[in-house]
């Protein structure tokens, strides 16, 4: 059996009709950059979210950078937030000159600690970065309030989670500012980059849409530096199409997700703990194994793809060697980092095929 890692080529079929078609009006209208299409996107993402405003731009990465640039984060400052996540998270830290502080993560959810988070603030923290890692939110709750407490802004990177609820609320819709990303393999995935920022402060609102546009407020106009970090139409309009069906594919998501659990729970692995407050998008149904590299090497001669996310913390990378950080520093994201590895998941992940990685993960 061939199974694919994340079938994207299973979801295009299914709206191919849709998307063709969506996308050839951008072709034949010429609007490539902003109008009509992304203008209906934002709608319907703030529709989505509950959010107030919903703005469309480059990628993930770029909605971060937006937020620390909208919140004038720089020189001097500090940003807690994860090293267990993916390097953009801290990455929009260091490009803006500010300096990342690591929390160790929760070892059930793999998200941040906020136990933990206190002692790690100081007279220079202006944020806190929770990620909403593999699908499933942080504890914003809890995070929100100790930012309260500190006069310090919250920014959920919800790169994964986009799709996922907490305490009745969507993800996205749960800080002062939500960064999602539409890289293709993510839950709500464009054919290219994407991604998008989400804010109820109509302030920070309007910065963003001027930064995103060289810091541009009318044509040729320039009240900030910015950058180039906007999302095309035709991204745009693949969006709306895949947003219309995407409450389908997080019900699909989530029967997958806690199939694999049932089905794992007599298995030597540590499955996903989803709070009960909380539902997951599955951006990556993620188990740990004590030994990890036997396990990839079992599934990978049986035609069953899997990846790692992560191998290396962020206090171990090159990258941020400059922060001082030791191994040992976070001891539980580098215990998870040893451990962790994801398995086939997508909305077109066959009973079949779920049934043959399981088998192939027991046997
Ligand atoms: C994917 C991802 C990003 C970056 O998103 P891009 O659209 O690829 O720039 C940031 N943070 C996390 C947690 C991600 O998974």
Redesign the pocket.
């Known amino acids: 059996m061939k199974i694919n890692f994340i079938d994207l080529q299973a979801q295009y079929k299914k709206y191919e009709k849709e998307i063709n078609s969506e996308v050839l009006e951008v072709f034949a209208s010429a609007q490539f950059i902003g109008g009509e299409k992304l203008n209906s996107l934002e709608k319907n993402l703030a529709v989505y979210t509950g959010a107030k405003h919903a703005i469309g731009c480059s990628?993930?990465?770029?909605a971060?950078l937006l937020a620390l640039m909208a919140l004038d984060i720089g020189v001097g400052d500090e940003v807690i937030t994860t090293p267990f996540?993916?390097i953009?998270?801290a990455e929009v830290v260091a490009l803006l000159g500010a300096k990342s502080v690591f929390v160790d993560i929760d070892e059930e959810s793999y998200n941040i600690d906020p136990s933990k988070i206190e002692a790690a603030i100081t007279k220079k923290t202006k944020a806190i970065i929770p990620?909403s890692?593999y699908g499933q939110c942080a504890d914003m709750e809890a995070i929100n309030n100790i930012a309260k407490k500190y006069n310090i802004t919250v920014i959920e990177?919800a790169?994964?989670s986009f799709g996922a609820t907490y305490r009745g609320k969507k993800s996205c819709n749960l800080s002062t500012i939500s960064c999602t990303?539409?890289?293709p393999s993510?839950p709500l995935g464009a054919y290219g980059?994407g991604?998008a920022i989400f804010t109820d402060n109509d302030e920070l609102a309007t910065k963003m849409r001027m930064l995103l546009n060289h810091g541009q407020n009318e044509r040729y106009k320039h009240k900030y530096i910015g950058i180039n970090g906007r999302l095309d139409a035709v991204q745009a309009a693949i969006l709306n199409v895949k947003l219309k069906h995407f409450e389908e594919e997080v019900r699909l998501r989530d029967e997958i997700g806690s199939r694999y659990s049932d089905l794992l729970e007599d298995a030597d692995v540590i499955t996903p703990k989803i709070a009960e407050a909380s539902t997951s998008v599955y951006a990556q149904y993620s188990i740990r194994v004590k030994d990890r590299e036997a396990m990839v090497e079992k599934l990978s001669k049986l035609g069953v793809p899997t990846a790692v996310h992560y191998p290396v913390p962020l206090h171990m990378q090159e990258a941020f060697k400059d922060l001082g950080y030791s191994t040992g520093d976070f001891p539980i994201s580098e215990l998870v980092s040893k451990e962790i590895m994801s398995l086939p998941m997508s909305a077109y992940l066959s009973e079949a095929e779920q049934d043959f990685v399981v088998q192939a993960i027991k046997g």
């Open positions: 990628s993930g990465t770029d971060l996540t993916f953009a998270t990620v890692l990177d790169c994964q990303s539409f890289f993510k980059d991604g």
